[in-house]
Nanobody, 121 residues
Framework: QVQLVESGGGLVQPGGSLRLSCAASGGIFSINAMAWYRQAPGKQRELVAAIISGGNTNYADSVKGRFTISRDNAKNTVYLQMNSLKPEDTAVYYC???????????????WGQGTQVTVSS
């Protein structure tokens, strides 16, 4: 069964940096796209950044120029480099992967367990 395991969250001061990682494993045929979402208390989950198999990326306006998403296809791992962090970036960050488990074109969406990022002085 497919698993997504996230790491790298923590407490950081405003202006600091963190790097999140998410490794996908277990019965994967191919990955179409990987993404990071976040959910702050009392708010809906929102897309932060996404990267598709061809390497194209997409970012939320609030993180453009500060966050960078990248992917290691050989390791089925996606990263989120977060720089110039602000208190409003505080949230639980979730990894998402849209992938195939067989050569058939059917895709499935999987989520990680989430990792807390807290930006505070």
């Amino acid at each position: 069964q497919v698993q997504l395991v996230e790491s790298g969250g923590g407490l950081v001061q405003p202006g600091g940096s963190l790097r999140l990682s998410c490794a996908a494993s277990g019965g994967i045929f191919s990955i179409n796209a990987m993404a990071w979402y976040r959910q702050a208390p009392g708010k809906q989950r929102e897309l932060v950044a996404a990267i598709i198999s061809g390497g194209n990326t997409n970012y939320a306006d609030s993180v453009k120029g500060r966050f960078t998403i990248s992917r290691d296809n050989a390791k089925n791992t996606v990263y989120l480099q977060m720089n110039s962090l602000k208190p409003e970036d505080t949230a639980v960050y979730y990894c998402n992967a849209v992938l195939r488990t067989t050569p058939r074109p059917t895709t499935y969406s999987y989520w990680g367990q989430g990792t807390q990022v807290t930006v505070s002085s």
